[in-house]
């Protein structure tokens, strides 16, 4: 699988000594994970990523034998699938029902159709074939019944803008349960920190190669949705890799949707959905969910929730 290396987030720096802390790099889910743990547990972090790695062998879009294939494979009838897909599947259709489906898993024959799945090589699909596949962009025909998982026929899911956040929930799952109480774990940009003296994190500048700003967070999780890593030019317009799955098009004008809340898994799923609803709609979501804050860089300029600001300890 290509390695994507994300600089979506610089862990800037601990402000506790570093001697404390130890970091080890992987590569998964198409991208390099770094997982941080004290420096007298250092094998935590192996156990941590096996959590990493199942999520990704189960959700992964490449492997025949993924549960998401295996579902794409058969739809129209029910497949069995590990408990996690089914947790993580059931997770993504309360955002999506929450979103009013700008986020939406059954955009995954648009998401082949453009190349999304096999970057960087993305393309502007031929009209009636986009046509047809908006079709079957429908996330309530998704059933899940215990750990089985039906999609309507002829539909394809994705699993792709929800599965690195659960894969990272997980992992800090693995490691809240084996006794550790500082960590960072992050996958392509997408983390969860638990740090007692608090972590800096910066959120990266959408154009251009700096930074916007600098996030303190002590625990919780950060994702970032953006244009500026996997994108693509059609007749001279930039088109961005996620797609608005009631027009079946890609999104024009965001930037950069950065999110904030407890969980990984629903911070990168909202990271996308605000990503399509853009600030105008997302920030009326964004309050109704209480322990969830967005920053929005958009074409016409920044916004962000009320709550963002006080995680933001410097803006460049
Ligand atoms: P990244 O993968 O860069 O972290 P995201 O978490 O936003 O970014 O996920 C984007 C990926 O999710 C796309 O590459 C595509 O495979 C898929 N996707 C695109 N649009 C949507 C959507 N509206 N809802 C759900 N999945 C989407
Ligand atoms: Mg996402």
């Not at 198409?30 to 743990?37: E, S």
């Not at 547990?41 to 096996?50: G, H, K, Q, V």
């Not at 608090?198 to 600098?214: C, D, T, Y």
């Amino acid at each position: 699988m290509r390695a994507r290396i994300s600089l979506l987030f610089l862990i800037l720096a601990l402000s506790c000594s570093k001697e404390k802390y130890t970091k080890r790099t992987y590569l998964a889910m198409g991208t390099v994970v770094n997982i941080t743990v004290p420096a007298d547990s250092p094998d935590a972090a192996d156990s941590a990523f096996l959590a990493i790695h199942l999520v990704d062998s189960l959700m992964n879009p490449i492997s025949p034998l993924s549960d998401v294939n295996r579902i794409n494979g058969n739809s129209g009838r029910w497949v069995r699938v590990s408990p996690y897909t089914a947790r993580c599947i059931r997770r993504a259709l309360e955002i999506a029902e929450l979103t009013e489906g700008a986020f939406d898993p059954t955009v995954g024959r648009l998401v082949h159709l453009f190349h999304f799945d096999r970057a960087p090589d993305f393309r502007m699909p031929p009209e009636d074939s986009l046509r047809i596949a908006r079709d079957y962009v429908d996330f309530r025909k998704i059933e899940v019944s215990g750990d089985s998982v039906r999609i309507g026929r002829g539909q394809q899911i994705t699993l792709a803008a929800i599965a690195k956040g659960f894969a990272v929930d997980l992992a800090c799952e693995k490691l809240d349960s084996m006794g550790v109480t500082g960590y960072i774990v992050e996958a392509g940009g997408d983390l969860r920190v638990r740090m007692p003296e608090g972590a800096k994190i910066g959120i990266r500048s959408p154009r251009g190669e700096g930074l916007f700003g600098v996030l303190r967070l002590r625990k919780g999780a950060v994702c970032t949705s953006g244009d500026y890593e996997r994108f693509f030019y059609f007749r001279g317009k930039r088109y961005s890799h996620i797609i608005d799955p009631h027009t079946g098009q890609p999104v024009e004008g965001e930037l950069s949707v950065t999110v904030i809340g407890p969980d990984a898994t629903t911070v990168d799923a909202l990271s996308t959905a605000l990503f399509v609803m853009g600030s105008a709609k997302g920030l009326e979501l964004l309050q109704e969910l209480k322990s969830y804050e967005a920053l929005f860089i958009e074409a016409e300029g920044v916004n962000m929730s009320p709550g963002f600001r006080k995680y933001l300890e410097e803006v460049f």
